[in-house]
């Protein structure tokens, strides 16, 4: 395997340390802003619903209903806090594509998102993946951001992520909660693992004589993401995989001829039930709350990540194995 790197761009950090501990130290937390998460009308809709149902239950039949409805609710909430978080499922999927290069057919890729190291039961999930990338034997591991969940927890990531490694290389790009808590550390840490961070750059990477070009943006919410300038020197026509934490890009990076985008950031919506759809949307998510999408001629995935608010209802936690097939 042969691999150049090329950066080309130099985004403004929050934080100015040289050394995880500093930048830990000198890490923030971004206040909740009105509009950050969007909850769904139709589970606001679907409660006001139900809270009027159960109101004329009770009226109709007493205090039984009262402990049905209550026994169901139990079961309900205590399934969605305390069982599903702690549930992670390994995805396959499949994409075809008609400019994969022959050489590059069967190229499988696992791809992690949303670890939030620092959340309730995320090590556990985390370790579990990373378990699944080691049995899988990926050629190539991508990091779609999100890795930390509270400032302490940066410490922990080299110990947790040093073990995890693909023939292509591990690659990573930061998400928001990792400018809210030290994007410096984590860098370092990923560093002492041999990872990169790729913030609006890109790596030539070849397998088998093919060749993948791999880019990484910038996190939108709290970064300076650069797709252009992640894209300077790669060729037009070569086969392009960006790594984008928030998926609402899709469109632009279509128009550059990207061909497969993965992303994350959206948890998946949390909680997703037939008809109601996603409980719950961060800004920069548009449509693609999770699962694969097709933008012009870009396929789009978006994991439902690993960890975040510990509440999950038809949402399992998911690591993925990715597998790219040529059209024909």
Partial sequence: MAETSRKTSHPSYHDSAASAPQAFAGSRRKPNVPGDVVISCRWLAAGGIGALAGALLVLAFGWPAVALLGALAALAGGYAMLVEPYLPVLTRQTFVLPD?????????????????????????????????MRREQPELVAFTGDFIHEPPTVHLVSGLLRDLSAPLGVYAIPGNHDYWESVTALRVALGDCGIPLLMNEHRRITW?????????????????????????????????????????????????????????????????????????TPRYTDAYVGGRYQVGQLWLYVSRGLSGMGIRLGCRPEATIITLRRAG
């Fill in 100 to 132: 994969l290069p022959a050489a590059l057919d069967g190229l499988r890729i696992g791809h992690l998102s949303d670890a939030h190291i620092g959340a309730r039961g995320a090590e556990q999930n985390l370790r579990w993946a990373i378990a699944q």
């Fill in 208 to 280: 088998r004589g093919g060749e993948l070009w791999l880019v990484g943006t910038d996190d939108v919410w709290d970064g300076t993401p650069d797709l252009d300038a992640a894209l300077a020197g790669v060729p037009a026509d070569g086969f392009k995989l960006l790594l984008a934490h928030t998926p609402h890009d899709a469109p632009a990076a279509a128009s550059r001829g990207v061909a497969l985008q993965l992303s994350g950031h959206t948890h998946g919506g949390h909680m997703r039930l037939p008809l109601l759809g996603p409980f719950a």
